[in-house]
């Protein structure tokens, strides 16, 4: 079975800095899924980024920018110039490549994100 | 984007009595939906899988006689929580994966945070 760890229960950034939250997560199947999950206050989740794990080149959208390393099994996210609005809850999920429909996402314990102005 | 709808988004029950939850996929079709419950500050824990047409299928340490699952069309899926009690009170989220291959997407629904009296 996969298993997701995320070993930061909390990280603290101010406004306009860079933060990275750190993911590793277990494996023994060479293709796969992972995402970062973004989940407010309002408890919607928000896909924030997401990496197929046959592409080396790691995924970027906007702000958010990913660090796999496969060999490590790490799936790190850096957020740059952070915003208020960026305060959450991270969550770090893997999901296997069977394409059958049923494999779901296995999710870490979560990284909440405190923002300072 | 693909858009899931979920509701009630709360509901306030007493002891003894069943509350429905209904997720639908409002854009696209979905074969296969997943039920998912949050306790406080804690990470999503996958319940069931869904399928249309067939029977839900639990993970270990559900019931499936108190958490009944139907998954009636391709479009909806409803969560029964029977007899309620005060220990089935948290949050309980749904996600639908579109069919037709490829998509390694989950779309979340926002939620619904079950109180039992």
């Known amino acids: 079975a996969q298993t997701v760890t995320q070993s930061q229960p909390e990280m603290s950034v101010q406004e306009a800095e860079t933060v990275t939250l750190s993911c590793t997560y277990d494996?023994?199947?060479?293709?796969?899924?992972l995402f970062w999950y973004k989940q407010p206050p309002s408890r919607q989740m928000i896909l924030v980024i997401r990496?197929?794990?046959?592409?080396?080149q790691n995924a970027t959208e906007n702000r958010f920018s990913v660090n796999f390393q496969k060999a490590a099994k790490s799936f790190s996210l850096k957020i740059s110039d952070s915003q208020l609005g960026d305060a959450a809850m991270y969550f770090c999920?893997?999901?296997?490549?069977?394409?059958?429909?049923?494999?779901?996402?296995?999710f870490g314990k979560g990284t909440m994100l405190l923002v300072s102005p | 984007g693909a858009v899931v709808s979920q509701h009630p988004s709360r509901v306030i029950c007493k002891s003894g009595t069943s509350v429905k939850i209904e997720c639908r996929s409002l854009?696209?079709?979905?074969?296969?939906m997943f039920w998912y419950r949050q306790f406080p500050k804690k990470s999503l824990m996958l319940m069931a899988t869904?399928?249309?047409?067939?029977?839900?299928?639990?993970e270990q340490g559900v019931e499936k006689d108190k958490f009944l699952i139907n998954h009636a069309s391709l479009t909806l899926s409803t969560l029964t929580v029977t007899s309620a009690h005060p220990e089935d009170s948290s949050f309980y989220i749904c996600?639908?994966?579109?069919?037709?291959?490829?998509?390694?997407?989950?779309?979340f629904g926002s939620g619904t945070q079950l109180s039992v009296l």
């Open positions: 869904s399928n249309e047409g067939s029977k839900a299928t639990y």
């Open positions: 996600s639908a994966r579109p069919d037709g291959g490829g998509s390694e997407k989950l779309f």
């Open positions: 854009d696209f079709q979905a074969t296969t």
């Open positions: 999920a893997y999901r296997s490549a069977d394409d059958s429909g049923y494999s779901t996402l296995t």
């Open positions: 494996t023994s199947e060479s293709d796969y899924y």
């Open positions: 990496q197929e794990a046959y592409k080396q």
